[in-house]
């Protein structure tokens, strides 16, 4: 609108002869301020504070549910931390085929931890805290239908949060890894189900804890 209006107010017609001492008048200058203290007003009182309760977790009163979720070439663990909602200690140490985790089974709080391959499970209007960390390369954990993307980096636990609005149903939502880590990147997918409250409640009580499933 600016450019607009200068090509038309000060058009060669309208001005045949060049002013050379330029503009006098110091209305440019208040403009530039007002402008100034608007994107200020905007940026503090709007801008920073929504974006800092949109990046923020959600409390233990909104009783999230919390997952880890570690990447690896190429595959997707998820670890739930069972009715305790206490995640067991793991060390790369106790890394095994039947426990790649790494959970030390030792631990009181791993006793009823749940861990799936390929297999996320959340409950629908509930938020999710999922942590995200990888056990080889960079990875990046994609849900598409929840409009997620955050990367998995090695020595890091990067936790992201959405709250699911609606249940996949009969539909199968797929775990993309959005970031290419090796020759089996395209292998690299896993499935979320989002699950009513009672529907999630039943799946987790079918699920065989870590430590009885390595004892067995």
């Known amino acids: 609108l600016v450019f607009l209006f200068m090509i038309t107010r000060f058009r060669a017609s309208k001005h045949p002869k060049a002013i050379y001492h330029g503009t ?6 208040y403009a530039e301020f007002g402008i100034l203290i608007v994107e200020i007003v905007l940026l503090v009182v709007f801008s ?4 800092a ?3 923020s ?5 909104e009783n999230p549910l919390e997952v880890r979720v570690v990447a690896e070439q190429f595959a997707w663990n998820v670890h739930y931390p069972g009715p305790d909602r206490i995640f067991g200690k793991s060390d790369v140490s106790l890394v095994t085929s039947s426990n790649p985790l790494g959970i030390d089974i030792t631990d009181p709080n791993a006793k009823d931890d749940i861990t799936t391959l390929n297999q996320l499970y959340l409950e629908v ?9 990888s056990k080889d390369v960079i990875h990046s954990f994609g849900l598409p239908y929840m409009r997620v993307k955050q990367d998995a980096i090695p020595g890091m636990m990067v936790p992201v949060h959405f709250t699911p609005i609606q249940t996949s149903g009969d539909g199968i939502w797929e775990i ?22 009672e529907g999630l ?11 009885a499933s390595i004892s067995e």
């Open 201 to 211: 409640k039943k799946w987790l009580a079918e699920q065989t804890p870590l430590v």
């Open 24 to 29: 006098k008048s110091h209305l440019s200058t």
């Open 53 to 55: 309760r949109w990046t």
């Open 125 to 133: 209007n509930r938020p999710v805290i999922v942590r995200l960390t």
């Open 176 to 197: 993309a890894c959005a970031q290419l880590c090796g020759l089996g990147h395209y292998r690299m997918r896993g499935q979320y189900h989002v699950e009513t409250k």
């Open 57 to 61: 977790p959600p409390g233990p009163n």
């Open 48 to 51: 920073i504070p929504l974006w």
